[in-house]
């Protein structure tokens, strides 16, 4: 069986002619399952004949809502989605005055093992498809009855840990056909998967991307990342440089703010310097809990501190937003859950 919801138009024709059929018909069934149909019986003007080999070889993906959470804080709203073979992720809906951003997940689990992120704390088992990742958004739409503009590759998983599966999904959402959500509102958060950072920079994407620093030398992120003992600051920055000159993109870096870990004025000092002469924003988040981990958040002081040293450096850093954070809904609160445990609680 083949997952008919993660392939682009072009390939469909191919399957359509592989079947038999007229290619004009690959328009038909790209634009019912970019529309989010869940059976082919949903597809009205396909002919029954059709129908019948497109159950026999294919398959839908969806997602289904196992729990539901709104903040009553903000209205954010934080999903468990599952698939039909019992994993799930989590995803989140935020509001803002724009309009609505989904953060979606790109992997179950994640694989990094930071150590202050729930996600990495669940472990890991296997990537999502593109199609996967397209189902969290309809799921989302479906249920708030809104339609989404931006999205965030920022739930759980590492997005260039699962490359492929990614960039299909972003050729996907953006296509006119499709949900048409263009590349200059996504944004990718990575943890600095060096190799494919320089793969990323080649395509000339016009999406955001995010690295998640987090720290202003080696000795400090290998500690706390464990993909910094693989690929070292430096190593990280180069590539950064590499993406910002190939895409004329600004990167955005984000850096949690963990009390007596990483928030020192000698820290932001440090990190000034290393990110001299670079197009970037330093975008500041207060450590979210996460049971176990025993970090805290910086104090109020001392992120003000740390800020005006990177901006006396000449480095812009603002302060994330916290939302959902009633309902564990904020960065690196993610985690691993099955279907079936929630069917037991
Ligand atoms: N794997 C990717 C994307 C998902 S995590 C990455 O790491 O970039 C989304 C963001 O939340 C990342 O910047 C991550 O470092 C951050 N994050 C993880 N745990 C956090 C926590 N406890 N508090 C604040 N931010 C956290
Ligand atoms: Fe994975 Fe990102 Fe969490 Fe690190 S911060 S464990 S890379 S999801």
Request: proline share 2%.
């Amino acid at each position: 069986m083949k997952d008919i919801g993660s392939m682009y138009e072009q390939e469909l024709k191919e399957e359509m002619l592989s079947l038999g059929e007229p290619a004009y018909r690959a328009a038909q069934v790209y634009k019912w399952l970019q529309s989010g149909v869940k059976t082919f019986d949903e597809m009205t003007n396909i002919p029954k004949s059709l129908k019948e080999k497109l159950v026999k070889n294919y398959y839908i993906s969806f997602a289904s809502i196992e729990k539901k959470l709104i903040s009553a804080y903000d209205g954010t709203r934080k999903y468990l989605l599952s698939f039909p073979d019992g994993e799930a992720v989590e995803s989140v809906l935020m509001q803002y005055h724009h309009g609505y951003t989904s953060c979606i997940s790109t992997q179950v689990g994640c694989k990094m093992g930071c150590t202050f992120c729930a996600t990495g704390k669940s472990g890991f088992s296997r990537n999502l498809t593109a199609s996967e990742m397209l189902a969290q958004l309809r799921a989302e739409q479906e249920d708030a009855d809104i339609r989404i503009s931006n999205i965030v590759l920022m739930g759980m998983g590492e997005p260039l840990d699962n490359y492929d599966n990614v960039l299909r999904f972003l050729r996907l959402v953006g296509s006119e056909n499709g949900m048409n959500i263009g590349m200059r509102h996504i944004s990718l958060s990575t943890c600095g998967v060096v190799p494919k950072i320089y793969e990323l920079a080649d395509e000339k994407l016009q999406l955001t991307l995010s690295v998640s620093l987090h720290a202003p030398n080696d000795q400090i992120r290998s500690r706390t990342m464990p993909i910094n003992r693989k690929y070292g600051i430096g190593e990280l920055l180069k590539a950064c440089r590499y993406y910002i000159d190939k895409t004329g993109r600004r990167i955005s870096f984000e850096y949690a703010m963990i009390d007596g870990v990483n928030d020192s004025d000698a820290c932001a000092s440090e990190l000034a310097s290393r990110l001299h002469g670079m197009i970037c924003h330093v975008n500041l988040i207060p450590v979210n809990t996460v049971g176990g981990t025993g970090y805290k958040k910086s104090r109020q002081d001392r992120i003000r501190s740390f800020i005006s040293v990177l901006e006396r450096a000449g480095i812009t850093a603002t302060v994330r937003r916290t939302l959902g954070s009633d309902i564990n809904a904020s960065c690196g609160q993610l985690r691993r859950a099955y279907k079936k445990e929630e069917k037991t609680e």
